[in-house]
């Protein structure tokens, strides 16, 4: 049976980190409706205007758009193990058409993991992170540091902090993740699938709790 799960949580948290290795655990598909409508930007010049003409009008792409693009994602895609979604559902109306993407699929979301810490230790992880400008891979120096100083493990490309790693923006962004998502939060939770991890520890650590809690998931579905 197909696991399907949300991954919820505020910019810090490690949400891809953890993504990355439950991925590779379990052979999930892993979904982000950002990296999807930056690959359609990328692959489908039409798109790309339409896209441009929005951003520019101070307008986001609605949630018909997002739903048809991300249904449209999954059903290009090997899913057979189940899959994770990031990014999605952020407000309840996209959540209920999550309900309806499942229910053409066939599947039913098995639990909302909420990543949650403080908001200093979401600033102090975000002010020492690192990018490489070349294949995009993301470094902090508090946990998964490059092997060298400065130089990324996989291309060879010298680190550059993130620009927008400014404090008072993290802060901001931090806050704003928090309040805007408390109302789909409460759904989930209304609905008894919202689970908790406080990830407020190191990779290893928050990864342990993660795999435990899925490994619950899993059973309460098989039964
Ligand atoms: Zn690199």
Avoid: W
Avoid at 20 to 41: M, N, P, Q
Avoid at 210 to 215: F, H, N
């Amino acid at each position: 049976m197909a696991l399907v799960l949300v991954f919820m949580g505020p910019p810090g948290a490690g949400k891809s980190t953890m993504a990355k290795k439950l991925v590779s655990d379990y052979g999930l598909a892993h979904f982000s409706t950002g990296d999807i409508i930056r690959e359609k930007i990328a692959s489908d010049p039409e798109f790309k205007a339409e896209f441009e003409a929005l951003i520019k009008a101070g307008k986001l792409l609605d949630d018909e758009r997002t739903k048809q693009l991300l249904l449209e994602k999954i059903k290009a895609s090997d899913i057979s193990n189940g899959f994770i979604l990031d990014g999605y559902p952020r407000t309840v109306n996209q959540a209920k058409d999550l309900e309806e993407i499942l229910k053409e699929l066939g599947l039913e979301l098995n639990g909302v993991i909420y990543f949650s810490l403080p908001e200093d230790v979401a600033v102090e992880r975000l002010t020492q992170r690192l990018q490489c400008p070349k294949c995009g891979k993301i470094y902090n120096l508090a946990s998964v540091r490059p092997k060298v100083d400065n130089i990324c493990d996989d291309c060879g490309a010298k680190l550059v902090a993130r620009s927008d790693d400014e404090t008072e923006s993290i802060r901001t962004r931090f806050r704003e993740y928090e309040a805007k998502t408390k109302p789909v939060v409460e759904y989930y939770r209304e609905q008894g699938l919202l689970y908790e991890i406080d990830v407020n520890d190191t990779v290893e650590a928050n990864y342990k709790k993660l795999k435990d809690l899925v490994e619950k998931i899993k059973s309460k579905e098989i039964t």
